[in-house]
């Protein structure tokens, strides 16, 4: 069973940073496409960035040249580094793994962890 645990949310002030975390268990994270997704209250989920396994990133244009998407295989995790944050930003943040197979693309989510940004 492939299971994604997120952490690192929290409560920051407007300009500050938050790095969260995403480990990956029950697939071979290596060959996993990653990716964080975003999801304020009343709105709908957002790309925020993603990460191929050959290490090629994407970000959605609100969160360009402030938030880093990283992935380290040793570990099974992939990272979100957020600075220069903002009211904004405030959403559930959701770590997304996808494998894809001869036939399939199997798509699997974390939880969710709650980030908010005062201003």
């Known amino acids: 069973q492939v299971m994604l645990v997120e952490s690192g949310g929290g409560l920051v002030q407007a300009g500050g940073s938050l790095r969260l975390s995403c480990v990956v268990s029950?697939?071979?994270?290596?060959?996993?496409?990653m990716g964080w997704y975003r999801q304020a209250r009343g709105k709908q989920r957002e790309l925020v960035a993603t990460?191929?396994?050959?290490?090629?990133?994407t970000y959605g244009d609100s969160v360009k040249g402030r938030f880093t998407i990283s992935r380290d295989n040793a570990k099974n995790t992939v990272y979100l580094q957020m600075n220069s944050l903002k009211p904004e930003d405030t959403a559930v943040y959701y770590c997304?793994?996808?494998?894809?197979?001869?036939?399939?693309?199997?798509?699997?989510w974390g939880q969710g962890t709650q980030v908010t940004v005062s201003s």
């Open positions: 990460i191929s396994s050959g290490g090629t990133t």
């Open positions: 997304k793994g996808q494998v894809i197979t001869t036939n399939l693309k199997l798509d699997y």
């Open positions: 029950g697939s071979t994270f290596r060959g996993m496409y």
